[in-house]
């Protein structure tokens, strides 16, 4: 029998989640009880001897959270890939090259956040607005400012999301405009490791929701001398990483060109590789990259949405998840404009399908596409939430003994909204299919982080 004093409160609920990639199990009338850290303790089906007895303690208590019929309990979804400060910038310039779209949008408005008080206001909104979305755990790119960016760290803790935050690093003068570039070597690495420590130390995070992340923008922004150094970092305080990979053919071909080699030998080549490492879009992987990447245990942030606008071409999504490779998704706020990681799985799925069947109307159909790349919904799910916690080697994205209760509650046929269920009709498989393709905030009635609940 389960210590009861161990417990803050117990929910009930009909709830969704991905123990299997590829599967998924509906367990209704579920009972979590979470612990005083905001882990969860236990879980109970039904049928339990014990069940009927915890029910009726916890509801004597007063500590049991009832989710009512046609609401549905969701591991909280993972953003692996969102740069905070591109929000104002969200659904602009998309028909821009990749060079064009950073030289004359997002270097300019990064520029913005030498000013705490405009990234104040911004920080506070963006991670307000992934929270309403369902993203518990978010992963952010910031700037190259540590003191905005800390300020940033600081949201997340006041608004209660899980957050893993970089300072952005970028240092070469040669692609890099002179009004939003590191002075040098030296003063972007001190910034970078005062940055490291002061996240840790901040009032409030000594469970550490909040984490520092190392952060090379990506190859050509950044000096050799500087991602050696910062992969320094990750070595000495086995941080976490997050950087650009191999996103499009001109991304690919800068490192080819000045480096004889891929991104992921360069990234490993300086260090930067670990079990907690983000690679962001990873479009352009040879098999070495592929094995390199499950050697360190690192993992991708699949972008759907923002590969279409950047990547010239379409990520093999199917066979990195069958070659085992962690895989996650991300918003690339704003290289796409959604904030929403119910639609970066939609758009996982749809990307997929249109790589499986081909877009040249000249072709035959049997030459168009590539045969068996589509992913499932359910897949999509499993990378939004399994997926990004293993990404993040962090204990997020399932309802398991021992893992964060980082949650969402989903409420279908709302006033607003466009997530109908019909009992009738709907199985439970269209039920988590309509709410991957059709929730939206409306429809996100409550939102829990390590057990506390943030909306
Ligand atoms: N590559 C380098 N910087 C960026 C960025 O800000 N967004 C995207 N999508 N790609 C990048
Ligand atoms: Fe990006």
Known sequence: ??????????????????????????????????????????????????????????????SLQVIPKGEYLLPGLVDLHCHAPQWPQAGKGLDLPLYDWLQNYTFPLENRYSDNDFAANVYQDVTKTLLANGTTSAVYFASIHRQSTELLAQTCLNVGQRAFVGKVNMDNSDQCPAYYCEPSVTQAIDDTELFVNNVFELAGNQSRLVHPVITPRFVPSCTSELLQQLGGLVQRYDLHMQTHCSESDWARDYSIQHYGVSDVTIYADMGLLNNKSILAHSIFLNQADIEKINQ?????????????????????????????????????????????IFRASFDAVSHS??????????????????A??????????????????????????????????????????????????WPEFDSAKDILEKIITLAQPENVAKVWVQGNAVI
């Open 1 to 62: 029998m389960i210590d009861i004093t161990m417990i803050k409160f117990a929910v009930l609920a009909d709830c969704f989640h991905c123990p299997v990639k590829g599967e998924f199990a509906f367990n209704i009338d579920w009972l979590l009880l979470i612990d005083h850290q905001g882990d969860i303790a236990a879980t109970y089906q039904p049928q339990h001897p014990e069940y009927a007895d915890l029910l009726a303690t916890f509801k004597r208590n007063d």
């Open 296 to 340: 360190f245990k690192a993992g991708i942030g699949h972008c759907p949405l923002s590969n279409m606008y950047f990547a010239n071409a379409a990520m093999p999504t199917r066979e990195l998840l069958d070659h085992g490779v962690q895989i996650g998704l991300g918003s690339d706020i704003a290289g796409a404009p959604s904030p929403s």
């Open 353 to 370: 399908r249109v790589r499986e069947e081909g877009v040249d109307i000249y072709l035959p159909a049997s030459k168009r596409g590539t």
């Open 372 to 421: 068996n790349a589509r992913i499932s919904f359910v897949e999509a799910f499993w990378m939004a939430t399994v997926g990004g916690g293993q990404v993040l080697d962090a204990k997020v994205g399932l309802f398991e003994q021992g893992y964060h209760f980082d949650a969402i509650v989903i409420k279908a046929n709302s006033a607003i909204g466009n997530l109908r269920i």
